[in-house]
């Protein structure tokens, strides 16, 4: 029999709401027959194709308190694909909320069906966030032809070369203490074995965003159109204003990506939406007139949309922090992995008169575990092994 299934939730509290990003399908509802359970096997793709399906659920939240003390209780309507984004405005009361207990509610007329029990992320100030892409810049992943269409599906991701640079970068920035965030162009059925491959490297609690495929089909409330297949501008950057606007404007912000696609132009475009206290008419405007965006009706109007909610923050940011030039707060630091050492920064000719937002990037050498392996080493002073 199958029940709904949680597939991801990401909540996170900030100054005045509780931000939830969810995710449920339905799953066949497995029992163990006994307690002798093998070790988990690393999951692959395909073994999630059940995530093309789309469903609508309704999910109760319940926030209780440390001292088990139920405070809020409230039903939420996803959408025809089963996704939920939504804010819960905080209370004095709502403050106190320290667990959420999680309850589908419509395919079962009458049954409260238990999804999980989840404790909201509270990043503190000064707010530190990390977003990275994934393909290509932390794992060399292929997707060009058919044959490696079919064996990224049927092939855990950690069969993938690990760029052993990148993975070092992430890890130092969280240990600084920057919340990682994971963002990738690759279908949202690709989630548990990025998740598992995550895991293995030691990265945990990151928040993992996916380009949904099942938007290409539909007519009606398909936010991505088949163009988007091969321009990941509007996708990257659209997930972008959504962490951010999930997060609030943070302090400083690490941006991670590769030179092979349009990532140093998606980073810039956002900075210059962060550095520069311009109309957001304005910078709109200069998005559209970008080739890798393209943007058609519809998603012009969630763009402008999202822009003017950043817009605010920062607005609000400026106010409480007394200054009035947000760029001199938030700090602002973009790596691009090189594959070859001539390889040159691919940037738009917009930025190329624009030196203060190219400075901002970092090009490093992108190594493979095994080309990271061969570096001579040296004896640092404890006398542990130090990479040259």
Not at 59 to 79: A, L, N, P, R, W
Not at 221 to 236: N, R, V
Not at 303 to 321: A, H, M, P, S, V
Not at 345 to 362: G, M, R
Request: net charge positive; hydrophobic share 40%; charged share 30%.
């Amino acid at each position: 029999m199958k029940r709904p299934h949680l597939v991801h939730f990401l909540a996170i509290v900030t100054d005045d709401s509780i931000n939830i990003k969810a995710s449920i399908t339905l799953k066949e509802n497995v029992i163990a027959q006994n307690l002798d359970l093998d070790i988990p096997t690393p999951k692959f793709p395909i073994q999630a194709l059940r995530l093309l399906n789309a469903y609508q659920f309704t999910m109760k939240i319940v926030g209780v308190t440390k001292d088990q003390k139920e405070i809020y209780k409230k039903s939420f309507e996803s959408d025809s694909f089963g996704n939920f984004n939504f804010k819960i405005p905080k209370t004095l009361e709502r403050d106190q909320i320290e667990i959420l207990q999680l309850f589908e509610v419509k395919k079962r007329p009458g049954l409260e069906l238990h999804l999980g029990t989840y404790i909201p992320l509270r990043i503190f100030s000064p707010k530190k966030i990390i977003i990275c892409d994934f393909d290509k810049t932390l794992v060399d992943t292929k997707y060009s032809t058919t044959k490696e269409v079919y064996r990224s599906l049927t092939r855990p991701m950690a069969e993938n070369p690990t760029v052993t640079s990148s993975v070092n970068i992430l890890h130092r920035y969280i240990r600084m203490g920057h919340h990682p965030f994971i963002l990738s162009a690759s279908p949202h059925f690709y989630e548990d074995t990025m998740r598992d491959w995550l895991y293995k490297n030691n990265i945990f609690s990151a928040g993992i965003f996916l380009k949904d495929y099942r938007h290409f089909f539909s007519f009606l409330e398909g936010e991505l159109t088949t163009k988007d297949l091969k321009f990941q501008g509007l996708y990257k950057l659209n997930h972008l204003l959504d962490i951010l606007l999930m997060t609030g404007i943070p302090d400083e912000l690490v941006l991670m990506g590769d030179n092979f696609e349009s990532d140093p132009a998606i980073y810039l475009t956002l900075a210059k939406i962060l550095r520069e206290d311009i109309d957001p008419w304005v910078i709109w405007n200069n998005i559209k007139e970008q080739d890798i965006f393209q943007l058609k009706k519809k998603q012009n109007s969630q763009f402008l949309n999202k822009i003017y909610q950043l817009d605010n923050l920062l607005t609000r940011k400026r106010k409480e922090g007394g200054y009035q030039n947000p760029a001199k707060k938030i700090m602002i630091k973009i790596y691009i992995r090189k594959r070859f050492k001539a390889d040159e920064l691919v940037a738009p000719e917009f930025f190329e008169k624009q030196k203060t937002f190219l400075d901002l990037i970092e090009m490093y050498d992108g190594l493979y575990q095994e080309e990271f392996d061969r570096l001579p080493q040296e004896k640092s002073v404890n006398g542990a092994d130090k990479t040259i």
